[in-house]
């Protein structure tokens, strides 16, 4: 099982950004997603799950209505739009499985600066 999360990078306040994750080693189409995120000093964060086959999506709080997760199954990668990003969404991304197996992908990181 592994996570290769990709995307991340430097953008300004309102930037948007849209981060890949690409999965292999189990059968993707067969499990919801997530995204999660892990700031400097702060606990790792859940920000948006997609179900199998992406019509059910849930997001935190801070992220709805700016977030959006979309899942390719035919590929295995699931993705997130972030549009209006804030200072506060700075953090390491990642990829997961919503029930949790496997290790931690490397991450992407977003950095949201002026």
């Known amino acids: 099982v592994q996570f290769v999360e990709s995307g991340g990078g430097l953008v300004q306040p309102g930037g948007s950004l849209r981060l890949s994750c690409t999965a292999s080693?189990?059968?993707?189409?067969?499990?919801?997603m997530s995204w999660s995120r892990q700031a400097p000093g702060k606990e790792r964060e859940l920000v948006a799950t997609?179900?199998?086959?992406?019509?059910?999506?849930h997001y935190a709080d801070s992220v709805k209505g700016r977030f959006t997760i979309f899942r390719d199954n035919a590929k295995k990668m699931v993705y997130l739009q972030m549009n209006n990003l804030k200072v506060e969404d700075t953090a390491v991304y990642y990829c997961?499985?919503?029930?949790?197996?496997?290790?931690w992908g490397q991450g992407t990181q977003v950095t949201v600066s002026s």
């Open positions: 997961k499985p919503v029930l949790g197996f496997g290790p």
């Open positions: 080693g189990f059968p993707f189409s067969s499990f919801d």
């Open positions: 997609i179900g199998t086959v992406g019509a059910t999506t």
